[in-house]
Nanobody, 120 residues
Framework: VQLQASGGGLVQAGGSLRLSCAAS????????MAWYRQAPGKQRELVAL???????NYADSVQGRFTISRESAKRTVYLQMNSLKPEDTSVYYC???????????????WGQGTQVTVSS
């Protein structure tokens, strides 16, 4: 099972980016999917979470600016980031709770991280 993230880059403050993360491999089921971020010298923090039923949670710092969504058929989670601020600069990681065909329970998987840099 792998998670492949894409869509990071350099953008000016006030701009937008859309991150994507696709899960692949011998997947039986996907439960929650999420985006985390980690800035240099800081702990990794939860940005947004989407449950299997579609309900969502957001960090206070991104509420109203970021939107998480998923396409179950494509096993993909997205993060639409609008009104970006310099403090949003981080490496963004996707995360998913996945049950593989050869496993008896769900496990956490991480993508490789994609850099988002917001210039002032």
């Amino acid at each position: 099972v792998q998670l492949q993230a894409s869509g990071g880059g350099l953008v000016q403050a006030g701009g937008s980016l859309r991150l994507s993360c696709a899960a692949s491999g011998t997947i039986f089921d996907i439960n929650n999917m999420a985006w985390y971020r980690q800035a240099p010298g800081k702990q990794r923090e939860l940005v947004a979470l989407i449950f299997s039923g579609g309900s969502t949670n957001y960090a206070d710092s991104v509420q109203g600016r970021f939107t998480i969504s998923r396409e179950s058929a494509k096993r993909t989670v997205y993060l639409q980031m609008n009104s970006l601020k310099p403090e949003d600069t981080s490496v963004y990681y996707c995360n998913a709770d996945i049950k593989a065909w050869d496993r008896s329970s769900f496990s956490q998987y991480w993508g490789q991280g994609t850099q988002v840099t917001v210039s002032s």
